[in-house]
């Protein structure tokens, strides 16, 4: 029985405590009692059905990305292959998650290359001005509308 269970290479294998957390949120809401236990072979089959699941789906994809004469398969490649395959329900529900993943990851990637660009200021601040400034006779940069003079 223990050779069963590995048949799988781990490499493949879906998180465990995801999946559990999956399951056991998208059945509490079904039940009235809110709290439930899940049985470790029922995890084990609701991981190995998803794992399936996405070869399936991948496999699918992949047939129409090289239909299409590309590599990279892409979002369109996987609403295709649910379509293709009669999971046409899933599309709705797919293509509002991504949306969403899309708009915060624009947030994040925005505030990432904000702070890459903050980085690179405050380096050239500690390692002196870029090549290319006037230095004034007594070896410092001068600041914009800056004299010389103290205030």
Do not use: W
Not at 32 to 47: C, T
Not at 81 to 90: N, V
Not at 113 to 142: A, H
């Amino acid at each position: 029985m223990a050779e069963e269970a590995k048949a799988v290479p781990e490499a493949e294998e879906l998180p465990r405590t995801i999946v559990r957390r999956i399951v056991k949120d998208k059945i509490s809401r079904c039940s009235e009692d809110g709290d439930i236990s899940v049985n470790k072979d029922a995890l084990l089959a609701f991981s190995e059905s998803a794992r399936i699941f996405i070869h399936y789906i991948s496999a699918t994809a992949n047939d129409i990305c090289k239909e299409s004469k590309r590599q990279i398969v892409n979002a369109d490649d996987i609403f295709k292959a649910l379509e293709e395959t009669d999971f046409s329900e899933f599309i709705r529900p797919l293509k509002a998650s991504l949306e969403d993943f899309r708009k915060k990851n624009a947030g994040k990637k925005a505030a990432v290359s904000k702070e890459k660009e903050s980085e690179k200021n405050k380096k050239r601040k500690v390692e002196g001005e870029p090549s290319g400034k006037v230095k004034s006779d007594n070896g410092e940069s001068p600041e914009k509308g800056d004299s010389g003079d103290a205030e």
